[in-house]
Antibody
């Protein structure tokens, strides 16, 4: 059974940094692209970033480009999202999601973690 | 960027009702369309991919149709656990935009 468990995040100050981690199990992590999706409480889903299985290709939403960085450690089955230059609009629940193939474009989100809240406030 | 719209934004229905939700893409996306269910307070869950293929474990009362720009999600006989918000998402090109969601509520 696929399991994705996020950790990290929490409360961060405007202009500050936070890091989210997602530990994967139940599948061969190194063979699947991964994504982060976020959701402001009471609002819809927003795609944030995706990474190919090797980590060689990354994609970002325009609203986070240059501030958020997706990366992965295939030896430890872990996906990361580094959040820098935090803004109030980054406040959301962040979901880690497994894509359906090794490539990031053209594959869909087939499994989701429970989510991790991030709050940006002074 | 491709824009996704959904209609209706919300609907009220009873257990046993047939429900259809429509999703439209601003340009053709082939069949690169997924449907995602999110129950209140829970993480999203994949239902359908490739516009019409059911994810493993998804009940057969769910079905998807369409290609190009117009897609539908149908629940043939609404069950209590189906009261949720449903999102479509295109994955044909970046950014993979989600639709705004359709909330299915108990009448």
């Amino acid at each position: 059974e696929v399991q994705l468990v996020e950790s990290g995040g929490g409360l961060g100050q405007p202009g500050g940094s936070l890091r989210l981690s997602c530990v994967a199990s139940g599948f061969t992590f190194s063979r699947f692209a991964m994504s982060w999706v976020r959701q402001v409480p009471g609002k819809g889903l927003q795609w944030v970033a995706s990474i190919s299985s090797s980590g060689g290709s990354t994609f970002y939403a325009d609203s986070v480009k240059g501030r958020l960085t997706i990366s992965r450690d295939n030896s430890n089955n872990t996906l990361f999202l580094q959040l820098n230059s935090l803004r109030a609009e980054d406040t959301a629940v962040y979901y880690c999601a497994q894509k359906s193939a090794y490539y990031a474009l053209g594959s869909y989100l087939q499994a989701w973690g429970p989510g991790r809240p991030v709050t940006v406030s002074s | 960027d491709i824009q996704m719209t959904q209609s209706p934004s919300s609907l009220s229905a009873s257990v046993g009702d047939r429900v259809t939700i429509t999703c439209r893409a601003s340009q053709a996306i082939g069949n690169f369309l997924a449907w995602i269910q999110q129950r209140p307070g829970k993480a999203p869950k994949s239902l359908i991919f490739g516009a019409s293929s059911l994810q493993t474990g998804v009940p057969s009362r769910f079905s998807g149709r369409g290609s190009g720009t117009d897609f539908t999600l149908t629940i043939s006989s609404l069950q209590p656990e189906d009261f949720a918000t449903y999102y479509c998402q295109q994955y044909n090109s970046y950014p993979p935009i989600f639709g705004p969601g359709t909330k299915v509520e108990l009448k």
